[in-house]
């Protein structure tokens, strides 16, 4: 790895389809944004020959503005694959948005690769969300390397930024976090600054030189080899270290030379494992040039040091009745399973679907089963359709290569899936299977809207669909309570994203309107009310009166009638429409129009006639008792609270604690939780909450995450009532 430049013809270029799992590899680069995953990618393309020259796409003898592939990411906040060759691997590189909002578009990518690349800006450190990631990785296991970009910035630090990383990445073991290069420094120019020209080569000794856009080799100079032998004897002793030759530690210890391809041996697969994780850098290629810094040395290592999908364990898998079904791993002729891992709309083809093959072989114009479920809380419905698929083919940038065929283990885009949703599953149509969904992060920020005129109302439905069948992140919510449609979104980039689809894509202008919380109202104490509905005209008359008494009930009880009257004073058969009157009006609400809940309506009394009383009558007599009971009872306005649960870094918790008691929120406990972090436990009243998710990124710079479920209604203190009050009187 790294001993050689993989620079002879055939060796590289534009991926088509693999005919073997064994010469695939996908890898996901991950990053926050800023830190030239894009950028690296470009590079990439460029040294695997998938570009002629730095700006430009090669495509079969023609060629196209290379930066379409920045414009089909929409400005880095979507996932996007482009394909590569290397030495005979076909390598699919995802590159995933930067930006929090987009959190769904990161998990798409990593549930599509068997890799990781962490791509951290030396000018710029490790934030706080990429750590996170790389907990992700860790916890199933997902190998990773570590990419250090802006090796050019004026106070760029290759060895500091190697420090950092292993302090953040290595957790019990900073010294599985080791670089496998050394930047090589050119002369210094005026302003002190010695750029980097190329890379040494730690385990082969050798020198890499950058400087006139092709990669070539030399041996170190003597001054240079102290340097180069303390490194090296800290990359040797960590490999050791995470070998699985037991007796090899003590053979290097007792003065053995250790053979340079065994090392290299127990390197790759200690990274295909996940226990090693190399630092590498890497910058872009400068104008004419044919390579850029470290990507010959990355894409080695990707297609030698990173697992085969072979070795990857597929998601769990049931038929579409949830019994377990076992499956090879990755077996090009096993049954059907592949996963929609995103969607998106293209202006002239319609839906294009990226997918993930996880065993059998997915070939044009056949028919599939499409299976999506478990996501009926966020607007999408349940569905199981059969689909014709329509072209398969790989994308560059706006190009697409049309494919014949995609094996397990390999990624495609499949055009005209009408029904697919990112998420959903393609299995054989009369073999039916349904794929364990990947966890999916919950949308707390609400954005209610409204279409903006009648033309858009007729389209907005389609179109929410449309939105939410592309984003599994985002949430549709027709809320009966509020009669709002909200779209819950990760932070407010991802809702200016939606908005923006909405009115470019599918034609829909909406309007944002304030957010509203389902508040309720109930009786403070017991109140009495009589309602008379009496009404005399040509004809038939009107005359119904009846007395109740109301009384407040704990909170979740609802509303109870019960009938008390005696001596037929209301005839039994009004007595229903007495309760339907009333609990139409607690429904419409007796103070600031909010439902009225947790009561008990006792009727007392009434009067009726022989000739004059109706269904009607009692029922308008009921609703104008209760308004009588209200209006001589102190009621009470309901807010919702939620229970929040808070995982936020010890050095944010104190912030955290007094913004939530700025919220009005009652801290019910806290827990330590490893990796120096803290979960707060409290209840907040939802109108306080609205905008948390975009608070709480803020206040705790990125590093915190928040989950809110629904605890109860309750009494609102009586001056943010009466705000409240005021607010829907002035509205």
């Known amino acids: 790895m790294g001993d050689k430049a993989n620079a002879h013809p055939g060796a590289a270029g534009r991926a088509t389809a693999a005919d073997h799992p064994a010469s695939v590899r996908n890898v996901v680069l991950v990053g926050h944004c800023g830190s030239g995953k894009t950028t690296l990618v470009e590079a990439l393309a460029l040294t695997a020959r998938a570009v002629n020259r730095a700006g430009r796409v090669e495509d079969g003898g023609t060629v196209s503005d290379y930066d379409e592939i920045e414009h089909r990411q929409q400005r880095s906040v979507q996932l996007s694959l482009v394909p ?11 590159d995933t948005p930067g930006y929090a909002d987009f959190v769904g578009e990161l998990r798409a990518g990593l549930r599509a690769a068997d890799a990781a690349l962490f791509v951290v800006s030396a000018s710029d450190g490790v934030d706080g969300s990429t750590r996170m990631v790389w907990e992700e990785c860790a916890a199933v296991g997902m190998p990773r390397a570590i990419v250090v970009t802006h090796l050019e910035a004026a106070r760029a630090d290759f060895e500091e930024m190697t420090r950092i990383c292993a302090e953040a990445f290595g ?109 590498l850098a890497a910058a872009p290629a400068t104008e004419g040039a044919r390579q850029g810094l470290g990507t010959v040395e990355l894409l080695e290592l990707v297609t030698r040091g990173f697992p085969t999908p072979l070795e990857r364990a597929a998601p769990r898998v049931t038929t579409v009745d949830g019994e377990p079904r076992e499956l090879s791993p990755c077996d090009p002729d096993g049954p059907l399973v592949a996963e929609v891992v995103k969607t998106s ?92 969904p990947w966890q999916m992060p919950d949308p707390l920020l609400p954005l209610a809207i409204q279409a903006h005129s009648k033309a858009d109302e007729d389209k907005l439905s389609q179109g929410l669909n ?138 007392l009394d009434g009067k009726a006639h022989s000739v004059d009383s109706s269904d009607a009558a009692f029922q308008t007599a009921g609703a104008l008792a209760l308004r009588e009971a209200a209006a001589e009872a102190r009621i009470h306005l309901l807010e919702p609270v939620a229970e929040v649960t808070v995982l936020v870094g010890d050095a944010y918790v104190g912030a955290v604690m007094s913004d939530l008691s700025g919220r009005r929120g009652r801290v019910l406990g806290t827990e330590q939780t490893s990796g120096g972090r803290t979960l707060i436990r409290a209840e907040v009243p939802e109108i306080e909450i609205g905008r ?9 710079h990125g590093t915190a995450r928040f989950e809110r479920t629904y605890a109860r209604h309750e009494p609102m203190p009586a001056q943010v009532a009466e705000k409240v009050r005021q607010q829907t009187q002035g509205g």
């Open 171 to 279: 957790g019990d073991d900073p010294d599985a976090v080791i670089p496998l290069y050394l930047p090589l420094h050119g002369p210094e120019g005026p302003d002190g600054h010695a750029p980097v020209t190329g890379l040494i080569g730690l385990l082969s000794r050798t020198l890499f030189d950058y400087s006139t856009g092709e990669r070539k080799e030399s041996e170190p100079g003597e001054d240079q080899l102290p340097d180069i032998e303390e490194a090296r004897n800290r990359l040797i002793e960590g490999i050791i270290a995470e070998s699985e030759d037991e007796t090899l530690m003590d053979r290097y210890l007792g003065g053995e030379q250790i053979d340079v391809k065994t090392l290299i041996g127990d390197l790759e697969r200690a990274v295909a494992r996940g226990t090693f994780f190399p630092v």
């Open 84 to 94: 590569v060759e290397w030495d005979g691997i076909k390598v699919n590189v995802l």
């Open 345 to 436: 709309s293209d202006p002239y083809v319609g839906r294009v679907s990226l997918v993930r093959v996880f065993s059998g072989t997915l070939r044009p114009d056949e028919t599939v089963h499409v299976s999506g479920h478990g996501l009926a809380d966020r607007g999408h419905e349940d569905h199981d359709v059969d689909e014709r698929v329509g072209a398969l083919s790989a994308p560059f940038g706006k190009q697409q290569r049309s494919l014949t065929h995609c094996i397990a283990g390999d990624l495609a885009c499949v055009a005209k899936l009408g029904r697919a949703e990112t998420g959903d599953t393609l299995s054989a149509k009369d073999d039916p299977l349904l794929m364990e």
């Open 466 to 603: 449309r939105l939410v069948a592309e984003d599994p992140t985002m949430r549709l919510e027709q809320n009966q309570h509020t009669h709002q449609v909200v779209l819950w979104c990760l932070g407010e980039a991802h809702s200016d994203v939606a908005l923006e689809r909405l009115r470019s894509r599918y034609g829909v202008q909406v309007d944002v309107v304030p957010h509203r919380v389902p508040l309720r109202e109930t009786f403070a104490a017991k109140s009495s009310g009589r309602g008379r509905h009496v009404k005399q005209s040509g004809g038939h008359g009107q005359y119904a009166v009846c007395e109740i008494e109301v009384e407040p009930l704990p909170g979740g009880a609802g509303i109870e009638f019960v009938d008390k009257v005696v001596g037929g004073a209301v005839p039994r058969q009004f007595i229903p429409s007495v309760e339907k009157g009333v609990r139409a009006q607690a429904g419409r609400g007796v103070a600031a129009g909010h439902p009225l809940v947790d009561v008990r309506i006792t009727l």
């Open 692 to 700: 948390y998710a975009v608070d709480l990124r803020s206040l705790s």
